[in-house]
T-cell receptor
Framework: EAQVTQNPRYLITVTGKKLTVTCSQN?????MSWYRQDPGLGLRQIYY???????DKGDVPEGYKVSRKEKRNFPLILESPSPNQTSLYFC?????????????FGPGTRLLVL | RKEVEQDPGPFNVPEGATVAFNCTYS??????FFWYRQDCRKEPKLLMS???SGNEDGRFTAQLNRASQYISLLIRDSKLSDSATYLC????????????FGTGTRLTVIP
């Protein structure tokens, strides 16, 4: 089954404790991205990757890191989480960037930073 | 000013009703347009792309007006299963996907 998976799905942590949210897709997609969704603000892009070893900042990259060492994986790293990073996070992938490409989203990760 | 603006609703309509959502975008260089559907606590899923000539998929019709920079979605003969939040999405493609999401319009279809 074609899908994007994220782990963990739910996470409660404390300020300053490094965490990683994994994202994996099995569709051989080149383009992957991370979004956060907050009430009243919609989805906002954090980072994106055009292909292996090619990552770039989105609209709200502060406090986050990513890597793309393999085509299928695109982990999101919070080196020192803060309460304002409490949010719902989605990983997404598409075959290519641009055009009418469909974005396939993972199931989401709910993060609470105390 | 937000890149994409939608009426947040909620829209509460009876089964069988026709309902329309509008969305405006601010950047005239935007290149592609979509409607996504998001069920409560779930991930967004593509409902339909929006083409300049307008397009239809069953009970759903999408329209794009580039001159006025707005996008619409019409749902005919609403079903209970149409209850969800509908996200207007615009891609200002700049060499990479530069997707802007509206905050969504919430629809509840009532029996």
């Amino acid at each position: 089954e074609a899908q994007v998976t994220q782990n963990p799905r739910y996470l409660i942590t404390v300020t300053g404790k490094k965490l990683t949210v994994t994202c994996s897709q099995n569709m051989n997609h080149e383009y992957m991205s991370w979004y956060r969704q907050d009430p009243g603000l919609g989805l906002r892009q954090i980072y994106y990757s055009m292909n292996v070893e090619a990552t770039d900042k989105g609209d709200v990259p502060e406090g986050y890191k990513v890597s793309r060492k393999e085509k299928r994986n695109f982990p999101l790293i919070l080196e020192s989480p803060s309460p304002n990073q409490t949010s719902l996070y989605f990983c997404a992938s598409s075959k290519l960037a641009g055009g009418q490409e469909t974005q396939y989203f993972g199931p989401g990760t709910r993060l609470l930073v105390l | 000013r937000k890149e994409v603006e939608q009426d947040p609703g909620p829209f509460n309509v009876p089964e069988g009703a026709t309902v329309a959502f509008n969305c405006t975008y601010s950047n005239s260089a935007s290149q592609s347009f979509f409607w996504y559907r998001q069920d409560c606590r779930k991930e967004p899923k593509l409902l339909m792309s929006v083409y300049s000539s307008g397009n239809e998929d069953g009970r759903f019709t999408a329209q794009l007006n580039r001159a006025s920079q707005y996008i619409s979605l019409l749902i005919r003969d609403s079903k209970l299963s149409d209850s969800a939040t509908y996200l207007c999405v615009v891609n200002l493609y700049t060499g990479a996907n530069n997707l802007f999401f509206g905050t969504g319009t919430r629809l509840t279809v009532i029996p």
